[in-house]
């Protein structure tokens, strides 16, 4: 089976992990402390604060910034489920924006109309998270100027998006947010086997992050500490950073990998009929996922099913978390007619196989693949 994304290990990075597990110490060291300052450094921010998971880290920005009951996070509905669960595990609720179906990024128009419906109603969100899907940045300007004029804190969910950028600054940088969630799975950009990190330029709230992730400790003197609020172990063990450091600094080349893989499937695919990826040749992108548009539910089930039978690991990302019984279990009900973005999104999304170690003649495989299933139901239409 081609999978659709797969972690890139070479002998350098074992030759780190290999340091430490040699000389130590395995967590609470320092090399937690260079991999912050590595990505902070490589994403412009000021501040990073390393945690166990992309998901641990949208709680404890979540939780840094008091995020609880009575109070409403909102997110897009084509995301995985950690972007929204991170509200509810502080007692507050969700509620979702419609995505732009070119991109599948939260919709600047659907979030305006949104806001000023709910600022009628007095049920204005505190925190929104944005989501840099399949690893092309939102259109933070447009959200940021929102923000600024109805008064809610911005966490990206950037775990697609480690090396995009944004009108020339790096997605990490926070220019338009509070904090910024990488996640470091073997499928993202870079990987610790789990991990995640918080980038923010906000002292106060990199040091609350940095304390809750470590059961909110504060050391005083002696043996004394005092511990103030519920916290967690959230921390990234010094094995992982190990990993992590040295992915960091192979990231370029992935990128440029993906980058160069995904022209390579907008060539061959010009002319087919399916819809390549808004903007497929465009640099800003980390090329996290390559998604193509098929004509309808059917027509995608049917690509699936062959591709599946082919060994080629096609993906859907996502089905719209409206659609999910943890989402209406806040006793919402979601019409996904209020939704046409995200519906028409799902019902024609699939993910082709994109990561730094496919081969060209992987690439091929899953092109004929997908040729085989196309001409199938187009058999008019040469691919
Ligand atoms: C992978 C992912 C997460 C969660 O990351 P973990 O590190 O697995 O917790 C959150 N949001 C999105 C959009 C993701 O793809």
Same mark, same amino acid.
């Given at each position: ?28 060291? #320092? ?6 300052? /590595? ?6 921010? *000021?501040?990073?604060?390393? $945690? ?30 950690? =972007?929204?669960?991170? !509200?509810?595990? $502080?007692? !507050? %609720? ?8 070119? #991109? ?8 305006? $109309? ?14 929104? +998270?944005? +989501?840099?899907? /399949?690893?092309?940045? $939102? ?9 600024? &004029? ?34 470091? &799975?073997?499928?993202?950009?870079? #990987? ?13 709230? /990199? /040091?609350?992050?940095? %304390? ?11 043996? &004394? ?44 695919? =010009? ?19 390559? +998604? ?15 591709? %599946? ?14 659609? *999910? ?7 919402? #009900? ?50």
């Amino acid at each position: 089976m081609i999978p659709y994304g797969w972690h890139d290990i070479d002998e350098s990075d074992i030759a780190a992990v290999v340091e430490v597990l040699r000389h130590g110490p395995l967590t609470q060291g #320092t090399t937690v402390e260079r991999f912050e300052q /590595a990505m902070a450094a490589d994403c412009q921010s *000021q501040y990073a604060v390393a $945690c166990n998971s992309a998901s641990s880290g949208l709680l404890l920005a979540c939780r840094a910034l008091e995020l609880g009951p009575g109070d409403w996070l909102w997110t897009s509905p084509i995301t995985f489920a950690a =972007s929204a669960t991170c !509200a509810l595990h $502080c007692g !507050a %609720r969700v509620d979702l924006v419609d995505v732009d179906p070119a #991109t599948g990024n939260l919709s600047p128009t659907a979030l305006a $109309c949104k806001l000023a419906e709910a600022q009628s109603l007095g049920r204005l969100p505190r925190i929104l +998270v944005p +989501v840099h899907y /399949a690893g092309r940045p $939102c259109d933070m300007a447009a959200i940021g100027e929102l923000a600024q &004029h109805f008064g809610f804190a911005i966490i990206e969910d950037a775990a697609h998006a480690l090396g995009a950028s944004d009108h020339g600054q790096p997605v990490g940088a926070c220019r338009y947010s509070q904090a910024t969630v990488f996640s470091f &799975h073997p499928v993202k950009q870079i #990987t610790t086997g789990e991990g995640g990190m918080v980038l923010t330029n906000d002292a106060e709230l /990199a /040091a609350r992050m940095a %304390r809750l992730r470590t059961h909110d400790i504060r050391r005083t003197e002696g043996w &004394h500490y005092s511990i103030e609020e519920p916290g967690y172990n959230f921390r990234l063990t010094d094995i992982q950073a190990a990993l992590g450091l040295s992915q960091l600094k192979r990231l370029p080349d992935f990128v440029a990998r993906r980058r160069c893989l995904a022209r390579r499937y907008h060539q061959r695919l =010009s002319g087919w009929p399916l819809m390549t990826p808004h903007g497929s040749d465009d640099d800003s992108s980390a090329w996290h996922l390559y +998604v193509i548009r098929l004509g309808d539910q059917g027509e995608r089930r049917m690509v699936y099913e062959a591709m %599946r039978a082919a060994e080629i690991g096609v993906q859907v990302h996502y089905i719209p978390l409206y659609r *999910q019984p943890f989402m209406q279990a806040q006793g919402m #009900t979601f019409d996904p007619k209020a939704f046409p973005g995200a519906e028409s999104f799902y019902a024609s999304a699939l993910t082709l196989p994109l990561y730094p170690g496919l081969t060209h003649v992987d690439q091929e495989s899953v092109l004929e693949a997908l040729r085989t299933a196309l001409s199938a139901l187009h058999p008019a239409t040469p691919c």
